[in-house]
């Protein structure tokens, strides 16, 4: 538990500021096919090693690299969008897992793939998903800018610097780096819920970029932790416990929120009067 307790506060740090800029783009359907991307290698890894945690996570990073460099790089250079490229590309990968975990595995052994175990994290891969946190933080504090400019206006960025593409494909891979580290914790098919749930909850609770990504990664956190517990007091499996846990703040963000809150638009408050 205490494991679980650190791997779900590294995954949050990392992956909460990712989904607020999912969100801000539009691209939350992009991490979700990118989750789905990283199944093949895994799946590789799984093939010649077994349930080996270090094999199945390098795998699950050259895949999911490989798919995000040749949607960018097909979007980037034809007329097709971006969300057809990677649906092309992750459904081909997908299949490609399924087949591959199918034919060496079983069902169990599928069903972890899937949906994960992060009760049976161990140190060396707790390990990788703080080397993961930690990486993630630092590229987005250089890449900050430009990203938070091409959410807003792209045109603009375009029109005075050349930082887009290069900021682009650095935040694609760091959608991978932290997929894959919530693939051992949530599973492929769980891994993207503590990037966009906790950025949906913070739409609600702030307007400005950096007070999103702080109500992310507390809501994120929070999650983690409550998910944990409701796993650890019921027979609920802990992948699904957070997420199910992401998902009633979310609802209940929505209601109450003080940003757009049903709540909020119902009752609004006195405006100030001359």
Same mark, same amino acid.
């Given at each position: 538990?205490?494991?679980?307790?650190?791997? #779900?506060? %590294?995954?949050?740090?990392?992956?909460?500021?990712?989904? #607020?800029?999912?969100?801000? *783009?539009?691209?939350?359907?992009?991490?979700?096919?990118?989750? !789905?991307?990283?199944?093949?290698?895994?799946?590789?890894?799984?093939?010649?090693?077994?349930?080996?945690?270090?094999?199945?996570?390098?795998?699950?990073?050259?895949?999911?690299?490989?798919?995000?460099?040749?949607?960018?790089?097909?979007? *980037?250079?034809?007329?097709?969008?971006?969300?057809?490229?990677?649906?092309?590309?992750?459904?081909?990968?997908?299949?490609?897992?399924?087949?591959?975990?199918?034919?060496?595995?079983? @069902?169990?052994?599928?069903? !972890? #793939?899937?949906?994960?175990?992060?009760?049976?994290?161990?140190?060396?891969?707790?390990?990788?998903?703080?080397? @993961? %946190?930690?990486?993630?933080?630092?590229?987005?504090?250089?890449?900050?800018?430009?990203?938070?400019?091409?959410?807003?206006?792209?045109?603009?960025?375009? &029109?005075?610097?050349?930082?887009?593409?290069?900021?682009?494909?650095?935040?694609?891979?760091?959608?991978?780096? @932290?997929?894959?580290?919530?693939?051992?914790?949530?599973?492929?098919?769980?891994?993207?819920?503590?990037?966009?749930?906790?950025?949906?909850?913070?739409?609600?609770?702030?307007?400005?970029?950096?007070?999103?990504?702080? %109500?992310?990664?507390?809501?994120?956190?929070?999650?983690?932790?409550?998910?944990?517990?409701?796993?650890?007091? &019921?027979?609920?499996?802990?992948?699904?416990?957070?997420?199910?846990?992401?998902?009633?703040?979310?609802?209940?963000?929505?209601?109450?929120?003080?940003?757009?809150?049903?709540?909020?638009?119902?009752?609004?408050?006195? !405006?100030?009067? %001359?």
């Amino acid at each position: 538990m205490r494991r679980a307790l650190a791997a #779900v506060i %590294a995954l949050s740090l990392g992956g909460a500021p990712i989904g #607020v800029f999912l969100m801000l *783009r539009r691209m939350s359907l992009v991490g979700d096919a990118m989750a !789905h991307a990283i199944l093949p290698g895994a799946a590789i890894g799984f093939l010649l090693y077994g349930l080996n945690l270090l094999a199945m996570i390098l795998g699950g990073l050259t895949a999911g690299f490989l798919v995000a460099i040749l949607a960018g790089v097909v979007s *980037r250079s034809t007329g097709l969008k971006e969300d057809a490229s990677l649906a092309t590309f992750y459904l081909a990968s997908l299949a490609l897992g399924v087949t591959i975990v199918s034919v060496k595995g079983t @069902n169990i052994d599928l069903l !972890h #793939v899937l949906f994960g175990n992060i009760l049976a994290m161990d140190d060396q891969t707790l390990l990788v998903v703080a080397c @993961n %946190a930690t990486i993630t933080l630092v590229v987005l504090a250089v890449i900050y800018r430009p990203l938070v400019i091409e959410s807003v206006d792209p045109l603009f960025l375009r &029109t005075v610097s050349r930082a887009g593409t290069p900021a682009h494909l650095a935040f694609l891979a760091l959608v991978v780096i @932290n997929l894959v580290s919530g693939f051992q914790a949530l599973g492929t098919l769980l891994a993207v819920g503590l990037m966009i749930l906790p950025a949906g909850i913070a739409k609600f609770w702030s307007r400005d970029i950096s007070g999103m990504i702080c %109500a992310a990664v507390v809501s994120a956190i929070i999650s983690g932790y409550a998910g944990l517990v409701l796993s650890f007091q &019921t027979r609920i499996p802990s992948g699904p416990a957070i997420i199910l846990v992401a998902a009633v703040l979310y609802i209940a963000s929505v209601l109450f929120g003080s940003v757009g809150g049903v709540v909020r638009q119902l009752f609004p408050g006195r !405006h100030l009067e %001359a």
